[in-house]
């Protein structure tokens, strides 16, 4: 497959790195790094599919050009718009001309993000009570000093798109009732630490920030039956994943754990996961729906 990459910053490189000699293309305005300024001048014949790293508000228009010309895409996470239905046509248009239209949320390849569905979906916990999520990284500076990323809800469209994205990967459905429990403006113009959550079946409790120091990540899932834990991701390793099973009627629970200490093997295992939907010509648009729906509401309560 012959990749076209648009968009050389960070995301860009590491596609870019990944694809490998399948990159015959790179796009960017202002990097000179780029063979390319625009997309427009990428002749058609050259690519099959475009790895789409651009900031928010140009992503739309250069998806529509591509899908219109029947050319396979991932785009970087997150893909939003201002009414979902934009995304619904974004969707019809894929499924018109058989192209694979798929936002990255590279985190459901993190081998214990695997190991967590598989243990939900293998009943060993039972009913599950709640989630507990933490995603937190130190680029509050870095943000701050860019020209485009310090603005509107920050770090939760950022970060908490992850977040939930994860719980559709680790629920298998949509869920309601989101609400903002905290939003501060520590040391950004935008939000830099945002709390959110939703009082449903599971209870689900979020937690994003570009305030810690330490990158870091930690979920908590508790239930009927023990609980299932994460600690870290194997970018940031070591990377732990502890399985504890309930003492009844009370007591210390045995536990299982396993910890990686591993280069992070995301970008790689998205990348062949996307090669595989362009065979299909298949999409996850209806995800992205799900996660534009729920941000935007949240946003409406920040009021931004």
Not at 69 to 75: D, G, M, Q, R, S
Not at 93 to 101: D, F, P
Not at 106 to 122: A, I, W
Request: hydrophobic share 40%.
């Amino acid at each position: 497959m012959r990749v076209v990459v648009v968009g050389l910053g960070v995301q860009g490189h590491k596609r870019r790195d990944v694809a490998g000699k399948e990159c015959v293309a790179t796009v960017d305005p202002v990097n000179p790094e780029a063979k390319f300024k625009r997309l427009e001048d990428v002749p058609l014949r050259s690519y099959d599919a475009a790895l789409v790293c651009t900031p928010d508000e140009t992503k739309l228009e250069l998806l529509t050009h591509l899908l219109a010309n029947k050319k396979h895409l991932l785009v970087e996470k997150p893909l939003f718009a201002d009414d979902s239905s934009r995304l619904l046509k974004l969707g019809k248009i894929a499924e018109e001309n058989r192209a694979a239209c798929y936002t990255a949320y590279n985190h459901r390849f993190e081998p214990h993000f695997v190991r967590m569905k598989e243990t939900l979906d293998s009943g060993r916990l039972g009913k599950i009570y709640a989630i507990r999520m933490f995603y937190g990284n130190g680029t509050a500076r870095l943000v701050r000093d860019s020209a485009w990323r310090d603005k509107g809800a920050g770090v939760l469209p950022d970060l908490g798109s992850h977040l939930l994205d994860t719980a559709l990967f680790w629920l298998g459905k949509p869920v309601g009732g989101f609400r903002i429990h905290s939003a501060n403006r520590f040391e950004n113009r935008a939000f830099d630490h945002v709390v959110f959550g939703a009082n449903a079946d599971p209870v689900l409790q979020f937690e994003v920030t570009l305030l810690s120091w330490r990158n870091h990540h930690y979920t908590d899932v508790f239930a009927e039956k023990g609980s299932a834990h994460i600690s870290s991701l194997c970018k940031w390793g070591p990377s732990s994943f502890t399985v504890r099973d309930r003492k009844l009627p009370s007591g210390r629970p045995d536990e299982d754990s396993v910890t990686l200490g591993q280069p992070d093997p995301t970008w790689a295992l998205e990348y062949a996961h996307f090669k595989k939907l362009c065979e299909k010509g298949e999409s996850n648009i209806a995800n992205d729906v799900w996660i534009n729906d729920t941000l935007r509401g949240l946003q409406a309560e920040l009021k931004c």
